[in-house]
């Protein structure tokens, strides 16, 4: 029986009336998207043929996903909104703050001891308002949510970019910051500018190497980390139909690294069975009686240059193997052109490969990790030895129990790899690694979707790369970033030289998903009597106080706080690894507020001049400075400003220490809506070339603050010290609700204001 049930249903029933409404008030066939979309309209948002890239429409989501370094904030300011329950099904899930060290059963329980005040104020709350709570070591909730909660069709948000992985079961799954999950759980509607729309036509078959994380590799070479921002991709033709359910969902888990809003594919037979095999056959059985409203209209496939805004193709029976990295997961090399990159290179990217990583959220199911099994047994059969370290993350208990029911962990085990627990661990900056802290240069690769710069684990000179499952353990087995296990081969232990044979696996567990504890724990009945209960000593967990509007006064003769250069991700704006212990604690979290940004007047990472006392400090040491002597702050940016995770105390830490905007040359989706719910200016030149006129000394004022409207451009003034002053054009993105959050301080503010009346 699936979680939900009956309001699942409830959809199915709906949604045939829904589409044929929205196909008749667009005059035109419906993308798998737009069908979703359309059938989760709010009521705020009465159907209309809203414009794409233009309008802001409500929506009214099925559920709320939490992971639990996010959901300490999203609930901490949930709290404050004057519920008793939460209006949609919800769960947290505990997941980010298990640190990857010796293995699974000695980390998840440090972890337990560590944690235990943030796991109880988690438990306590989830019973507290209705939230389902999964425990530690259930595994990594874009996977929990995969086996448990995604269904075709339906539309749901998390506080964490990956949350698109539920769109390998069909679904629009979009990763948002706290404050919009405060939104949809406080039962208000949930805003989104109507996404454009991007075409990913599959043809041919995978087969030998490829793999679907190859697709992913692919399509972020062709559209870079920003490519898809404010874009919905949608897979569609006979290659996607050929790949299983998990392979789909590593598809669209990536497209987070091209920024894109969501990933999905229309419902086909490989998701009826993911569904059957995960105990959800009711579910297939209802999905398949609205079948056409779960995929898209067919002549939006047969010609898509006229449905999507943009379209790719991209051959499966072509495709090969890709390695993409370091630093960044779009840049894409195919393997049979990695010996020649590496060559151009040097010793600018080494060769040895220290560690092969695989598993995590995005490439941790059955079908994944019995492939890389299938390569861990030829290398026993064939006499070789793994020349990298090699760690296996398993992405749930469901998967994990049943690989190892099936010998996985055993065959694993015969090649020195090892296992962590079922967490997030090197994926997020919680790998304990050996010598890292000598910042040696050095190179791993993984089937995990980031690489920036200390995103494993702190050292800025391990260069990471990115590559599939098979790819990885391949890899390992060589101990070389320049092997291509097509065509390249291996001495093993005998001195003979044998070939490795292309993995195989299968897709679904032939004896079924086997678990004794999946981890999950329902809330108590009437949670009303339950005390939250926040220690006012901790250095964890901390209350919010509502932040105040920005006064016009508070944006005139601001000062320079940081102009960032280069690529300024959410892990240099609020960098995760140690830091994640402070998630439920502003304060204490704001100490990590851009110190790994790169400031461009001394290239230099957390070392800013200060106005107030001549020096260079700390960038959180100088927000504090101008934040006592009451001057305000502003920060600069240049190119997708905020790429990366969901974390919304990026947006928090600046507007807690005294910023009050933020001006780019562009942002990232997620960043630039949580700086607007946060109630902060987020700005971007109209002129990027202006990025080059704000001087370190500067005093910047904003202009038209007061009178601020939709499509309305600011303007900022730049005095110089040197008596000369410079004029500049910012643009905005703000709607008239949006500038109502600025106005109120905050979104949880007018969130907070409208359910007390």
């Known amino acids: 029986m699936a979680f939900d049930i ?9 949604i ?49 996903a939490m992971q639990d370094a996010t959901a300490q904030m999203a609930l901490i300011q949930f709290m404050t909104c004057g519920r008793k329950k939460v209006a949609v099904p919800s769960t947290v899930h505990c997941d980010h ?25 988690l438990e306590s709350i989830s019973n507290k308002y209705g939230i389902g709570f999964w425990k530690p070591g259930a595994g990594i909730i874009h996977q929990v949510v995969l086996e448990n909660y995604a269904f075709p069709g339906g539309m749901m948000i998390g506080t964490d970019s990956h949350t698109v992985n539920a769109g390998g079961l069909g679904m629009v799954a979009i990763g948002v910051g706290g404050a919009d999950a405060v939104d949809v759980m406080a039962g208000m509607p949930w805003e989104l500018k109507m996404p454009k729309l991007i075409g990913v036509k599959l043809t041919g078959k995978l087969s030998g190497w490829t793999s679907p994380k190859d697709v992913i590799l692919k399509v972020a070479g062709i559209l870079t980390v920003k490519g898809g921002t404010g874009c919905i991709v949608e897979y569609f033709g006979e290659g996607a139909v050929s790949m299983s359910c998990t392979g789909k969902g590593t598809i669209c888990n990536m497209g987070a690294e091209i920024g894109a809003t969501t990933s999905t594919f229309g419902y086909d037979e490989s998701m009826a069975r993911y569904l059957e095999a995960t105990g959800r056959a009711d579910i297939a059985a209802l999905a398949d009686e609205v079948r056409e409203h779960l995929t898209g209209d ?23 193997p890709h ?35 695989i598993g995590s959220c995005t490439n941790s199911s059955y079908e994944d990790i019995s492939r890389a099994a299938s390569l861990a047994a030829q290398a026993v059969s064939k006499n070789l030895k793994t020349r990298s370290e090699f760690t296996i993350t398993p992405g749930s208990e469901l998967v994990r129990f049943t690989i190892e029911r099936d010998g996985f962990i055993d065959i694993f085990d015969k090649i020195g790899a090892k296992v962590f627990a079922n967490a997030c661990g090197p994926c997020i900056g919680q790998w304990d690694r050996l010598g890292a802290d000598k910042k040696e240069k050095n190179t791993i690769i993984h089937s995990f979707n980031r690489n920036f710069s200390k995103r494993a684990d702190g050292n800025p000179n391990t260069h990471a790369f990115v590559a599939s499952p098979e790819t990885v353990t391949a890899i390992a087995l060589a101990g070389r970033l320049d092997f291509n296990p097509m065509t390249d081969t291996l001495i093993n232990e005998d001195g003979v030289a044998v070939k490795l044979d292309p993995p195989s696996g299968e897709e679904l567990p032939a004896r079924g998903f086997a678990v004794e504890d999946a981890g999950y724990q329902a809330p108590i009945e009437d949670g009303e009597s339950v005390v939250v209960k926040v220690d006012p000593n901790s250095d964890r967990l901390q ?34 690894g140690p830091w994640l212990t402070y998630r439920g604690h502003l304060e204490n979290i704001s100490n990590n507020l851009l110190i790994g940004a790169i400031n461009a007047y001394n290239e230099e990472a957390n070392k800013v001049w200060n ?68 109630g902060m200016l987020a700005l971007t030149f109209a002129n990027p070339a202006d990025y080059d006129l704000v001087r370190q000394d500067d005093v910047v004022s904003i202009i038209g603050f007061e009178t601020m409207a939709p499509g309305l451009p600011l303007q900022i003034s730049l005095k110089h010290a040197d008596g000369s002053t410079d004029n500049i054009t910012v643009n905005h993105t703000y709607n008239e609700a949006q500038i109502g959050w600025v106005k109120a301080g905050s979104a949880l503010n007018e969130i907070r204001e409208k359910l007390s009346k």
Not at 6 to 14: A, G, H, V
Not at 31 to 56: C, Q, V
Not at 107 to 114: N, Q, R, V, Y
Not at 614 to 638: C, L, M, W
């Open 298 to 320: 067919e002549a939006c496939y047969a010609h898509p240059e006229k449905y999507f805004d943009q379209v790719i193709e991209i051959n499966l029976s072509e495709l090969e």
């Open 543 to 576: 209350l919010l106080q509502p932040f105040v509007p920005i006064s016009n006064a508070e944006v005139q003769n601001m000062r320079l706080l940081i102009k960032a250069k280069g690529k300024c991700t959410t892990d240099h704006i609020s960098m995760a």
């Open 611 to 678: 106005a107030v006392t001549n020096e260079y400090h700390a960038v959180p040491d100088s927000a504090r400075t101008y934040q006592k002597n009451g001057i305000g702050t502003i920060v600069f940016g240049e190119e997708n400003y905020g790429e990366g995770s969901s974390r919304e105390h990026a947006a928090m830490e600046p507007r807690f220490l005294g910023v009050k905007a933020v001006v780019v040359k562009s942002f990232a989706r997620i960043h630039e809506t949580n700086l607007k719910k946060q």
């Open 6 to 14: 009956d309001m699942i249903r409830d959809f199915y029933r709906s």
């Open 323 to 357: 390695i993409n990295g370091p630093f960044t997961p779009d840049l894409a090399t195919p393997i049979s052109k990695m010996k020649e990159v590496l060559a151009d290179k040097g010793k600018d990217w080494p060769v040895e490969v220290q560690v092969g990583l």
């Open 97 to 121: 703050l298990i640190q990857a060290k010796i293995s699974a059963e000695v980390d998840l329980k440090g972890a337990m001891d560590i944690n235990s005040e943030v796991y109880d104020f």
């Open 16 to 64: 045939p009336a829904k589409v044929e409404a929205a196909r008749k008030t667009l005059d035109r066939p419906l993308t798998l998207s737009e069908k979703i979309l359309y059938s989760h309209l709010h009521s705020d948002s009465p159907l209309a043929d809203f414009k794409r890239g233009k309008d802001y429409v409500f929506f009214a989501p099925d559920r709320v």
